[in-house]
Each structure stands twice: as structure tokens, then as C-alpha cells.
């Protein structure tokens, strides 16, 4: 149900269905979701109402389509020879959290076949089960949407309490990750913010890259076909010089920080 | 010691190549294969540069002109019709143009006088009476051909059963093997010919009376090449003596085969490596530097360049623009685990970037998963750069087709060099067979009987194996006048338009490959699945024909990966290829079947009604095996496994897929692109897949240079199995190439 423009907070029961994985759809050929050539599993459900988000037919936890693990599986190992020294599966979504449990089991299966696994997540939940498919996870893209919680809550309607928590647990696991900053001009490109988050990740052992993701509205289209409003009409792109200004904060306490 | 004073000399290796005509023997002996990266390149010399002016001023005006600078309308082009031309002598390092004047256009008529005629008159000129007198005495190929066609080919050349034949113009395709006037010189090789010729005796049947003939013919055409080499102050009776001479004498054999055939393909093999041998020799004797070594290459490539033959506009429609195919083969690895790749197999891809992007020569690289990981990201650096290049699957041919010495005869197709040949056969029309299929057998445009004996289908669903008992006799049908067809034309070629220039640099009497092929796979395999997967209701006209068709459900696509259709598509390849081997070939060729278009796809979609797939009549068909546009929603890997799944033993003449991407996509930045797109070619090529194209680019490019041509004189992008200048396609094709699947994501 659409209510004030946004789809309202749904429970995430629906996205339990035995061995199978609600999912949008699926990249063959990602290469911006992790290094080297990615198979991308895009999950249905997002509890986030990230008013840029580019999926928003990503959001709604009945939408998409169950598909068995076995079929994930095979089209992997299909890929398998595309992935080279880097490559692998990344699940995005949609909030891959959201489905956890049975994602553990995905990346059981694809460790069982050698083939490397990123999660890129929101870092929504944290529980046993949550850390549970960390620890099969290799490589977990957290993507921090605001420093600032106030300003979190305007961004995606949610706290940002848990994503930090994700973040503690992963640095405590010792295994790697990257952080992910959706750059949005007026909204998450206040310097102060940046610096903050700057100062708190700095000191992550476990962080071996930041990829700052320009704002754009090219999933505009999606939220008219949706019958959701689009809060950000009027924000244009950032331009070179916020991104090179930003890119420079974060330089100052990240070793290697990216523009994708 | 080697003292400064001293002259290095360097011998090379002896072995079965001094005994006899053997240069594989001789480049495995004598390679220096290299492994390093590629910053040893040079950019272009001030030479270099100032020629390359004046042949871009020449091409423009050639635009501006209406796509032909001159044509000389009063000599048959022959290898000796025309004298020197030059651009500019005294800059010019490798010398020989086909005629007199850069970019003037020399008359070939002997593949079909009409053509020619046409193509002069469209120019608003005529061809001299002289000229047109020749052939009340004798025949062109054209003629000959038609003389013996029967009804049935005439019917199944003019409903587009069968279309793109060499039956009106030559046939090309055919490889001399040109390094062999460098390495021994003609001398050597008329002697090997008298002597080829003397021991054809005994009881002379109609082969042997034959070759006799046409070993005659290799010989004259020898004499006459050592005749042009005198022109040009050239002994080309000698073996070449220096890097220079070796480049040089190399394309003195192919501007012979250039000044005589006009073939709709005339490759140039594999010849880098063996350049190399000779500059590394220079080189390390301290004769020339890394700059002058560059010169070479860069002016020999700029000569390929300028090749132009005499084509009517409409042939330029088909074709887009006006394709040579100087197809050059760049890389692979010998069969005993070294690889092939040498300092000049750099070199050659540095011209894209010392001369700007092109389409010609058309450059193939072989790829290996054992290639030097320096080559190999050169490679993909000067495709994301430029997208003039083409990748084959080195490891696949070498162990299906059994030499580690070939070239891409034309696109796509493997052909062993100086030992094999191969006739070409355009394409057979599989989504028109399929509609004949349905339809009793009569054409779907015209409503004529066709094909016999096809049981009309009357059901208001289509029956999955109603349509496919149909369908297979169809194709049984067509291979069978196909065939004849091929026979028919190469008998002809042979007779009115044989190739002595470039058989006298082949084996004498050898091996024959009979290049068949076929068109709309993706449509047959998408049709196919949606009459077996989902509710395929015919609408059917007054006349019974089936004119557009109503598609209940969904069904699986070719492109993504998915065996149910994929299958499909694999298993009409392997019965038509079967059908067509069944049937034996003049000079007991050995069938080959490619699944290739050329550009013609949209030449294809125009004069093919609705297919049961959803494509509407005259819409075009994807080029070569590529899925249709838009249905691959995967992403490009599965979409490229969905095309690696066609087996190439049953197209061993090659399996097209042309493959579109915006730089972002391929990665975030240009490290991780080439990274990438290396790892893609390796995992494709893993899979058992053929050929790809590559392109790198964004669609924005493409729409502005469909609006202002003038700004892009040199933007090249490959199509299928080979590279246009954008510019000079035709309008509807421009705007087909920028509708097709560019792999991008969000």
C-alpha cells in the first residue's frame, strides 16, 4: 500500500518460502558491484525508503519472484569461467538482510563450488542469523547511506543504529570489507558529516575501500510506474567539483577511495 | 666476442623450409615470441604522418564524392593493366597502389560485366566500348552461372531463399599465402610450380587436365608479378633481403591478387609474426631502430588501407559501406605450447592508434587462454579505445580444424594458410524456410509455391511437432538446391574467373572447404520455443497465407542462458549443417556451414514476412547467432554462453556474435575495463564460443554521428565479423546498430 507517495514499512515474513530466494532479477555481467566480473542476485524487499534509491520496484517484499537455490547455483558455476582471478556472485537488492537465512545456505553452496561472495547490504539487521552470513561472506559492500541519524531518518524513513552495528561486528570478524556512500548534493554531501563518518572509519582495520556513488535520477521512470512520488525532483547530479571535494575528505582518512 | 666494429649478422634457422615451399616450417624455427607489455611502441614518423594527411584529404574527398574518387573506365584491372602509383614517392617506405592514382577505382569484369556497368553508370559515367567488346568474344562468371542455373534457383534466388550468392560478382574468400614471395622469391616458386606441373602426368583425366591448366596460369601470373616488382624497381624474382623488403614483397603478392580479383573478400592471413622474424633480424644487426620497425608496419597497414574495388551502390547497401576485407589473423599459439605473439603482432594492433581508428585491415586477433597476459590487455586497451577489432577462438580452431598456420578468410571463417581454400556461399534464409514451412510450402510474401510436398497446416495452434516435421523437410528441401546452386557457381568461377594470382601462392591441387551458411538462428530458436512454450495462433489471410501471428504466454528467449531454447537453436544448426553435407561438392569440397550475416540482416528483415517470434515483416533480423534485440535481459553473459552453446563442429565456418558495451559498463574505471573485459573474452572463449566482436562504446557517440557524419570521418565500429566506418553505412542501418543491445546498467 502507497501512503503520502512511499510504499509503507512492511514485515519481512513474506520473504520466508523454504529453500528458495525472493528475488528481482539477475546481472550476468556486473562489474560495479564488487571487483572484477559479478554475477549480481537482485533481492526483492527493502524495508529502507531511500528517496533516491534507483530500484525502487525493488522495495515491495511481495513482488519478485521465488527462485530455488539450485537455479542461482547453476547459473554461477555456468559463469564460473568469466569470473577470473577476482570475479564472483554479489547479492544485492532489494536488503539481502532480509533474507539471511537462506542466503547463508546460497553462499554455502557457492563456497562449495570455489566461487568467491560480496553482499552488498544496508547493514539493516544484525542478529545471530545475520552473523551467521557474514562469516560466508567474503567480501561485504556496506553501504552507509548518512552519518548522521536525523538526517538517515529524512533519507530512507529508518535508523542508522544497526548499519553501525554491522559495521562493529565485521571489523571484529577481521574479514574485508568496502564502504559505499550514495552522494546526494544537499542531502549527504555536508562536510562536517563526512569528516564525522571520516573520523569514525578511519580507524577500520577491516575497510579496504570506499567507492563514493554519484546521485543520479535515472531510476526516476520507476517510481512514476510505481505510482510513488519522487522526493528529489528538483537535485540535480553532483557536479565535479562537490565529488572531487568529497573524494578529497574521505582520502584524508581512507587509503583508497573511489569514484564509481 | 662481438666487438662495436664487427657486423652482426644473423643466420636464421634451417629446416624443411629450405627444402621445399614450407613457411610454417620457417616461422616456427625463426619466431621470437614476446611476452612483454607494450611500452615499447613507437608513435608514427613525420613520413608516416604526412602520407596519412594526404590519403585522409583523398578519402574525404571520395565522401564527398559520393563514396568513389575516380574510376578508370577504359583498362581491365589486371597486375599489370595499371603502372607505379604512388601517394608520395619520396616519403613512401612501401610502395604500390592497384592503379596509377590513390583511391582512382580499377574495372574487374570478369566476375560479372553487368555489375560493373552499373556501378560506372551510377557514377554517371560508361564503361568503353573497347572494353564491352571483350565479352563478345568470351564469358564472364556471371553469365556462365546463369546459363546453367535451372528454374528452381532462379525461383529460390528471387523469393531471398538464397540470397547474397557470388553469382553476379567474385567470390573472394580464397588466402594466397603471400609470405611465401618474400621468403623464396618468384623464381623459386615458378621453379616449384614447373615442377608441381611436370609431375601432374600419366593418365590424364578431367581433374588432372585441369590443374594443368591452372598450374599454367599460377606460373604466368608469377612472371607477371616479378614484371610489376620491376615497375616499382622491385626484384621481387629474388627472396626479400632486409625487414623493408620483406613487408614490401609481401604486399606486392597481395596487390597482384588485389589488382586482378575483386572478391567480396580478400583477406591477407597471417602475416605479422612472420614480418617479424625479418624486423627482429634488422633490428638486432642495429639496420633499423623500433621507430623505423613502427614505419613499416604503420605504412604497409596504410596501404591495406587504401584497397578500393569498383561496387555498385546497392552492393555498398548490403555490405555497409565498402568493405575488402584485408582480413589480417594477430596472435593464437603454436601447437607445440609457444606462443605466436611477437613484437609485430603489437605493432600491427599500434596502427589503430598511429593512424586512427579504421575498419581495414580488418584485424583479427586469436585468442588463446595461454596468451601472454601483455597481449592480452593490449588487446582489450585498443578495443575499449577503439573498438576495430575482432577476437576468434584460437584454442577451439586449432583443435577442431588441426593447424596452427591460418588465417579468417573474409569474417569469421578459419582457413589454414597455402594449403586449403575454401568456395563461398553466402547464406540460405532459415526464418523464410521456417515461414514456407507454415505455409504448405509457398513464400510468405508472394504467396508462391516454392517448396513441394509440404503438408498445409490448418490447426488454429500452431502444433510444435506438426511445425517442426514441416520444417525439417523444408530445410532438406532448401539444402538441396542450395547445393546444387554452389556447385554450379564455383564450376564457373573456376572456369571464367580463376584466381591465378593468389593460387600461385597456394599448394597446388588443394584442399577445399564449401563454404556454406545460415541466417536467423536467433528468430528460428525463439519461434521454436514460443510455438513449443506458449500459444502460437497463425492469422491467416484469404488466401490462407499466414500473415501475422498471436503469442499467448510467455516462453524462454535465446540470450539468457536458458537450455530449454537454447537447444533449439543448437539443434536446427546441427540438422541443416547435416542436411547440407549430404550432398556431394564439385572438386569434392568438404561442407562447412557459418552462422553469419554480414550486415545483410537488415537486408534480411526487410524480404521476411512476420515470424512466429513476435517480429514483425520487414523488421530486421540480429546479426550472425546474436539473440534478437532486447531479449537478452540477463546481462551479457548469458547472453554470450546462450551463443557459446552452438557447436562449431557443425559451424565450422564460423559463429558470429557481435557484442556492444558502454565504457561504464565494462568497469569504473580503465584498469578495472581492461581487466575486465580480458576476463570476459577468456570466460566466453572457456565456454567453447568461436567469434566476437567488440565493440566499446556509448550510444550517445553513435547518435551524434548519425546527425553529423562530418565530425566522426573515422569512427569505426565492428559489426558482424568485420568493422565499418560508421558513417558510411546507410541511414536505416545506422539507426539498426544504435537500437541493438548495448550492454549498460544502471
Request: include cysteine.
Amino acid at each position: 500500500m502507497i501512503q503520502n507517495g512511499l510504499l509503507i514499512p512492511q514485515e519481512s515474513g513474506h520473504l520466508n518460502e523454504g529453500e528458495r530466494l525472493r528475488i528481482h532479477s539477475i546481472e550476468t555481467f556486473g562489474t560495479h558491484d564488487g571487483p572484477g566480473i559479478r554475477m549480481v542476485v537482485f533481492v526483492q524487499g527493502c524495508q529502507f525508503r531511500c528517496l533516491y534509491c534507483a530500484n525502487p520496484d525493488t522495495m515491495d517484499v511481495t513482488g519478485g519472484k521465488f527462485t530455488g537455490l539450485e537455479e542461482i547455483v547453476k547459473r554461477a558455476v555456468d559463469q564460473k569461467p568469466y569470473f577470473g582471478k577476482s570475479g564472483g556472485v554479489t547479492v544485492s537488492g532489494g536488503e539481502p538482510l532480509l533474507q539471511r537465512r537462506i542466503l547463508k545456505q546460497l553462499f554455502i553452496k557457492l563456497h562449495a563450488e570455489g566461487i568467491n561472495t560480496a553482499l552488498d547490504s544496508n547493514g539493516r539487521l544484525i542478529d545471530q542469523q545475520t552473523k551467521d552470513l557474514l562469516e560466508e561472506t567474503d567480501l561485504l559492500l556496506l553501504d552507509v547511506k548518512h552519518f548522521n541519524n536525523d538526517w538517515h531518518r529524512k533519507l530512507t524513513g529508518l535508523s542508522n543504529v544497526n548499519t553501525f552495528k554491522v559495521a562493529k561486528h565485521r571489523e571484529e570478524s577481521g574479514k574485508p570489507m568496502w564502504l559505499r556512500y550514495v552522494l546526494v548534493p544537499g542531502w549527504s554531501d555536508q562536510e562536517d558529516y563526512l569528516h564525522q563518518l571520516g573520523c569514525y572509519f578511519g580507524g577500520f582495520k577491516t575497510i579496504r575501500k570506499v567507492e563514493i556513488l554519484p546521485y543520479h535520477q535515472l531510476g526516476v521512470h520507476k517510481w512514476e510506474a510505481l505510482g510513488m512520488d519522487y522526493k528529489l525532483k528538483g537535485v540535480g547530479p553532483p557536479s565535479e567539483e562537490i565529488l572531487n571535494k568529497s573524494a578529497a575528505i574521505f582520502r584524508e582518512y581512507f587509503e583508497e577511495v573511489q569514484v564509481n | 666476442m662481438i666487438t662495436l666494429e664487427e657486423e652482426v649478422k644473423i643466420e636464421f634457422g634451417r629446416g624443411s623450409w629450405n627444402n621445399g615451399v614450407d613457411v610454417k616450417d620457417f616461422v616456427r624455427r625463426n619466431i621470437t615470441p614476446y611476452y612483454g607489455d607494450a611500452s615499447f611502441l613507437k608513435g608514427p614518423t613525420q613520413k608516416t604522418k604526412y602520407l596519412w594527411q594526404l590519403c585522409l584529404k583523398a578519402m574525404k574527398e571520395e565522401r564527398e564524392k559520393g563514396g568513389c574518387r575516380a574510376i578508370d573506365t577504359h583498362t581491365i584491372s589486371g597486375i599489370n593493366s595499371h603502372g607505379p602509383g604512388y601517394i608520395n614517392e619520396a616519403l613512401e617506405v612501401i610502395v604500390g597502389l592497384q592503379t596509377d592514382e590513390l583511391l582512382k577505382r580499377a574495372m574487374k569484369p570478369f566476375g560479372g560485366l553487368r555489375v560493373v556497368e552499373g556501378a560506372v553508370a551510377e557514377r554517371g559515367m560508361e564503361v568503353d566500348q573497347a572494353v564491352k567488346d571483350v565479352f563478345q568474344y568470351t564469358k564472364d562468371h556471371n553469365s556462365a552461372v546463369f546459363a546453367a542455373y535451372d528454374a528452381e534457383i532462379r525461383q529460390y534466388r528471387s523469393k531471398g531463399v538464397l540470397t547474397g550468392l557470388p553469382d553476379n560478382y567474385a567470390r573472394g574468400r580464397i588466402i594466397g599465402d603471400y609470405r611465401r614471395l618474400a621468403l623464396y622469391g618468384a623464381d623459386y616458386l615458378i621453379n616449384a610450380k614447373e615442377a608441381d606441373k611436370a609431375a601432374i602426368d600419366g593418365a590424364l583425366d578431367e581433374h588432372k587436365i585441369r590443374l594443368r591448366e591452372e598450374v599454367t596460369d599460377q606460373i604466368i601470373a608469377l612472371k607477371e608479378i616479378k614484371k610489376m616488382g620491376a615497375g616499382y624497381g622491385l626484384e621481387l624474382g629474388r627472396p626479400a633481403a632486409n625487414a623493408r623488403e620483406a613487408v614490401q614483397w609481401v604486399y606486392m603478392a597481395y596487390l597482384a591478387a588485389v589488382k586482378e580479383q575483386d572478391g567480396a573478400a580478400m583477406s591477407l592471413g597471417n602475416v605479422s609474426s612472420f614480418l617479424d622474424i625479418f624486423i627482429e633480424k634488422d633490428l638486432l644487426e642495429g639496420k633499423i631502430d623500433e621507430a623505423e620497425a613502427q614505419e613499416l608496419i604503420d605504412q604497409f597497414v596504410m596501404k591495406l588501407r587504401m584497397v578500393r574495388h569498383l561496387r555498385p551502390g546497392a552492393y555498398d547497401e548490403i555490405f555497409g559501406g565498402d568493405p575488402a576485407w584485408v582480413t589480417e589473423a594477430i596472435g593464437g599459439q603454436f601447437e607445440d605450447g609457444r606462443t605466436k605473439v611477437t613484437k609485430t603482432s603489437f605493432r600491427f594492433l599500434q596502427t589503430l592508434y598511429n593512424l586512427g581508428p579504421s575498419p581495414e585491415p580488418n584485424l583479427t586477433v586469436l585468442w588463446s587462454q595461454q596468451l601472454p597476459e601483455g597481449f592480452k590487455n593490449f588487446c582489450t586497451q585498443v578495443s575499449i579505445d577503439t573498438s576495430s577489432i575482432q577476437y576468434e577462438n584460437d584454442d577451439l580452431m586449432r583443435e577442431v580444424r588441426g593447424s596452427d598456420d591460418y588465417g579468417i578468410a573474409c569474417c569469421v571463417s578459419y582457413q589454414e594458410i597455402g594449403k586449403r581454400i575454401q568456395f563461398f556461399g553466402a547464406r540460405a534464409n532459415l526464418p523464410k524456410t521456417l515461414l514456407m514451412a507454415l505455409n504448405g510450402g509457398r513464400e510468405e510474401m508472394s504467396g508462391e509455391q516454392v517448396l513441394q510436398d509440404i503438408a498445409p497446416l490448418e490447426g488454429d495452434v500452431l502444433d510444435y511437432q506438426e511445425v517442426m516435421r514441416n520444417f525439417r523437410q523444408a530445410m532438406t528441401q532448401v539444402a538441396r538446391v542450395y547445393s546444387k546452386t554452389m556447385n554450379i557457381i564455383h564450376y564457373m568461377h573456376d572456369r571464367y574467373y580463376y584466381e591465378k594470382a593468389q593460387f600461385a601462392f597456394i599448394d597446388t591441387d588443394p584442399g577445399i572447404d564449401m563454404a556454406y551458411g545460415a541466417a536467423g538462428i536467433s528468430i528460428i530458436a525463439d519461434s521454436l520455443s514460443a510455438i513449443k512454450y506458449a500459444k502460437v495462433r497463425p492469422v491467416r489471410n484469404a488466401e490462407g497465407l499466414t500473415v501475422d501471428f498471436q503469442i499467448e504466454g510467455d516462453y524462454p528467449k535465446y540470450g539468457n542462458d536458458d537450455d530449454r531454447v537454447d537447444v533449439i537453436a543448437k539443434k536446427i544448426a546441427r540438422f541443416f549443417f547435416r542436411e547440407l553435407a549430404r550432398h556431394k561438392c564439385y572438386k569434392n569440397a568438404v561442407p562447412t556451414m557459418s552462422l553469419l550475416t554480414i550486415t545483410s540482416n537488415v537486408m534480411y528483415g526487410k524480404k521476411t514476412g512476420t515470424t512466429p517470434d513476435g517480429r514483425k515483416a520487414g523488421e530486421a533480423f540480429a546479426p550472425g547467432a546474436n539473440p534478437m534485440h532486447g531479449r537478452d535481459t540477463h546481462g551479457a553473459i548469458a547472453s554470450m554462453n546462450s551463443v557459446a552453446k552452438l557447436d562449431y563442429r557443425d559451424s565450422r565456418d564460423g559463429i558470429s556474435n557481435t557484442f556492444s558495451i558502454v565504457p561504464k559498463s565494462l568497469g569504473s574505471n580503465p584498469q578495472d575495463q581492461v581487466e575486465n573485459l580480458t576476463a570476459l573474452l577468456d570466460g566466453y572463449f572457456s565456454k567453447k564460443a568461436q567469434h566476437l566482436n567488440v565493440n566499446v562504446l556509448n550510444r550517445e557517440t553513435l547518435l551524434d554521428a548519425y546527425h553529423h557524419p562530418e565530425n566522426y570521418p573515422q569512427l569505426t565500429i565492428r559489426v558482424s565479423g568485420y568493422a565499418v566506418n560508421f558513417i558510411r553505412l546507410s541511414k536505416a542501418h545506422q539507426l539498426e546498430v544504435i537500437a541493438r543491445t548495448f550492454h549498460e546498467r544502471m
